[in-house]
């Protein structure tokens, strides 16, 4: 049977419920969100002399949980425009409804009386096939099937999404015994192809994989923590970006998810899992029950572990000390451990550093593991069959850069065996076994491949699924060319693919001369050029540091050179003779965005955040951006029409220096381009499906375009106009002098300049006006200020 899923129904439209359905309605599935009716008016709805039977009344909290989704920040959806996909309705009128739809998804409380009662009522409208699913995050998936027809139990199975659906990458699939395979097969394929998610198969044990061992993590901490005397904002700062977890780290995700949330997981397990070794860790300590009874419940009640409040100097996000109860300023936490492994970059070198540290932070880190590798080792195959699911689960729901058996890697195998028996823990047989037998590591590459070692066959095997993607990192036996910052990777089929690893992957001399190289090489032996990586970022933009140094020793011979390698580098992209894709994800910003510009496609993660963002910095776009978004205007000009609005739409793309929250809202600023550049979901699969566009230009005869001489730029009319505006908001005090003078170099170069009337110029006269307006502004004291500001704070002052 070849299922397709139109139209989905969500029964819930809490926190969950309407993200999920927002989550849906971003990629274009038609969505009928469902609630109850209230059974009471409000003093608003009495006032009215409405009744409860009035569709407004009827449909009042569904209504007002979905536009309370659409105004959180984060935006649970890619554009705004995606809530038209969504219908919202109300349990009483609107259940027979569902017969309409391919999958209904129930996110109702957490209690299974209330779940059954609601598929009772599924069932009577359901259509036979319809798949049926229940996003709990803690009850058993088999009990809630009980007593429903062969048919429903087939189709019926459990869709744990995370929160936020549409950033936390996790989606866990937890079949009944009476689930059919193919149900099963057509969830792990929809949501990692059309979903975006990471997709685990589980079994149906409590907490699954990710909420078990994420919990356990986090109780763990809380009792390591009471054991060395430890404080809020010293833990946050010991498991947080250190050592690859979330800003978030502990106690503010803690906060995030709901500390109520957290207590009931935990003791969902101690509950359910009489024979977990850990039991103990589980307990509730007295200072997070106490926590519990305040109603201090973290970002849902306002307060929790942190609470934020408004003083004088504004915002100010004060800690909760746990022995006072009380709340105070954050202390910034020192550790010497932590201060000498803050400059490598290289997380797994950073994360043997920080274990092997002699002071606290290694102390608090040896426990740490000791207390995450005993567990996880005894939870296989208990709640996963195959360790690589542990990591899975890790990375995609709780935002992990590497998962727990990894992590294990990087400290060795054996290493953490010693600092398990050293804690006064155990080990599960099986990990001492492996080792016996002469495997010692979970992971090893093989031609290109990552295998994990299976612990039933006790051998290595490919992970399922994973042929789909391309892990640059598991590639190193396929370099061709690199410096010290760049690799060059033959992904095979003709194509090659570059990266780079610096700070934030910002963009130097260094990175510029393996573009060019890059062009060079695979124009002599290869069909295609892939640029992209795995880094937590495509690019955070040019060097800042280098411009600010050139800049600030005037040094404007220097920094002309790098302006023009910067451009000279982008329409090497642009006029080679082999297509080049630019596959952009996470942040993407100024020279990362100039790049994309410049591709004859661009394979964009959905979870792309794009912009040309140097106006902030006190600069216009240096790398060929400026010139870039005067061409797309000048390609939008068309017969009888007015042109300015065009240029103007350009034009303020740049000077507000806006960034794309989303690949899809790049559509529409005109970053990307509908008609050549396409978005991966699934950010796992960005490489490959990158690849694969490299391909289809290639096969589709690819030729080398020619540079062009035919921009339409409009001259003394549109710059007129643009000035005007510029000294009206000016005037109004709605930008700085120095916000006005760098809009007015923009508006000078994207006009063409002081020209009496409109004329077509080549792109090379464009570059040029653009790189004489970058050098002036990097030499006005108030940019140097702005770009100084940047590399101590990362934010740009308004100067």
């Known amino acids: 049977m070849q299922r397709r899923i139109n139209k989905v129904a969500v029964l819930g439209s809490g926190v969950m419920g309407s993200r999920i359905a927002c989550h849906f309605a971003g990629i274009g599935v038609k969505v009928l969100l469902l609630d109850i009716a209230p059974k009471s008016l409000t003093e608003q709805e009495s006032k009215k002399n409405l009744s409860l039977d009035h569709p407004a009344v009827k449909n009042r909290i569904v209504n007002d949980a979905l536009q309370a989704a659409l105004k959180s920040n984060p935006s649970p959806v890619f554009t705004k425009d995606a809530v038209k996909h969504i219908t919202t309705g109300n349990f009483t009128d609107n259940m027979k409804d569902i017969a309409g739809v391919d999958w209904v998804i129930e996110v109702v409380v957490e209690n299974l009386d209330i779940k059954k009662q609601v598929f009772e009522q599924v069932e009577q409208f359901r259509k036979p096939g319809t798949l049926v699913t229940s996003n709990t995050s803690g009850i058993p998936i088999h009990l809630m099937s009980q007593g429903r027809s062969e048919d429903f139990q087939k189709h019926f199975c459990g869709t744990h999404f995370f929160n936020p659906p549409r950033y936390l990458r996790l989606l866990e699939i937890i079949p009944t015994p009476q689930t059919l395979p193919g149900v099963v097969d057509f969830l792990m394929e929809y949501g990692d192809l059309y979903l975006g998610k990471t997709t685990v198969l589980c079994k149906d044990t409590p907490a699954f994989i990710a909420n078990r061992v994420g919990v356990f993590s986090i109780m763990a901490i809380f009792h390591i923590m009471q054991q060395m005397s430890l404080s809020i904002d010293e833990i946050d700062a010991l498991t947080g970006p250190i050592i690859g977890r979330p800003k978030s780290a502990t106690f503010r995700t803690a906060d995030v998810v709901g500390i109520d949330t957290l207590v009931k997981v935990a003791k969902g397990v101690a509950e359910n899992c009489p024979d977990d070794e850990a039991i103990a860790i589980f307990k509730i300590p007295s200072f997070l029950q106490k926590v519990v009874e305040n109603n201090w419940l973290g970002d849902k009640t306002g307060q929790g572990f942190y609470k934020k409040t408004k003083t004088g100097k504004g915002k100010e996000i004060l800690t909760l000390n746990l022995e006072t109860m009380e709340y105070g300023p954050k202390v910034r936490a020192k550790f010497a451990g932590i201060d000498a492994a803050k400059p490598v970059e290289d997380l797994k070198k950073r994360i043997k550093m920080l274990a092997a540290a002699g002071d606290k932070a290694g102390q608090f880190y040896q426990m740490f593991h000791a207390y995450l590798f005993s567990y996880i080792s005894h939870r296989i195959p208990g709640i996963a069959d195959d360790l690589y699911k542990v990591d899975d689960a890790m990375k995609a729901g709780f935002g992990w850069e590497i998962g727990a058996f990894e992590t294990w890697d990087v400290i060795g195998v054996k290493a953490g065996i010693e600092t398990i028996k050293a804690n006064g823990l155990t080990v599960a047989p099986w990990v001492e076994e492996m080792l016996a037998n002469g495997n010692e590591t979970f992971y090893k590459v093989e031609d290109g491949k990552k295998l994990y070692y299976n612990q039933a066959s006790k051998s290595y095997e490919s992970i399922p699924g994973a042929e789909n993607f391309i892990i640059l990192e598991n590639k190193s036996s396929n370099i061709v060319w690199k410096n010290s910052v760049s690799h060059l990777y033959d992904l095979g089929d003709g194509i090659v693919c570059l ?10 001399g260094e990175v510029l001369d393996a573009v060019n190289k890059a062009v060079d090489r695979a124009e002599k032996d290869f069909r295609g050029l892939v640029i992209g990586n795995d880094g937590t970022n495509f690019s955070a933009g040019a060097n800042v540091g280098m411009i600010f140094m050139l800049a600030a020793e005037q040094e404007y011979d220097e920094l002309d050179m790098a302006v023009r390698l910067f451009q000279r580098s982008t329409m090497r992209l642009r006029y080679s003779s082999i297509p080049v894709v630019v596959a952009p994800h996470a942040l993407t910003l100024g020279g990362g965005c100039e790049m994309c510009l410049h591709a004859d496609s661009v394979q964009a993660a959905a979870e792309t955040y794009i912009g040309l963002v140097e106006m902030g910095v006190g600069l216009i776009p240096g790398g060929g951006g400026t010139k870039e978004m005067t061409v797309r205007a000048s390609d939008e000009y068309h017969a009888g029409q007015i042109e300015l609005p065009h240029l103007q739409d350009r034009y303020m793309t740049i000077a507000t220096a806006k960034v794309a929250t989303s690949a899809q809202e790049a559509y529409g600023m005109g970053i990307l381009d509908e008609g050549k550049d396409l978005v991966t979901m699934n950010l796992s699969r960005l490489i490959a499906d990158a690849k694969t566009r490299a391909i289809e230009l290639a096969d589709a005869g690819y030729t080398k375009p020619q540079e062009r001489t035919d921009v339409k730029v409009l001259g003394r009319g549109a710059l007129g106009a643009l000035l005007a505006g510029i000294n009206g908001m000016k005037f109004g005090n709605y930008i700085s002098e120095h916000d006005a003078k760098i809009a007015q ?31 002036s502004l990097a030499g006005e004291r108030k940019t140097l200020e702005r770009l100084l500001s940047v590399i101590k704070t990362g934010k740009p002052i308004r100067n």
Not at 499 to 508: A, E, L, P, R, Y
Request: proline share 0%; glycine share 8%; net charge negative.
């Open 745 to 775: 170099k923009l508006a000078y170069v994207m006009c063409g300049g002081d020209l009496t009337e409109m004329s077509q110029v080549s792109e090379q006269y464009l570059l040029d006006l653009e790189r004489e307006a970058f050098l």
């Open 499 to 508: 990266d780079w690893k610096t700070k934030m992957n910002t963009i130097g």
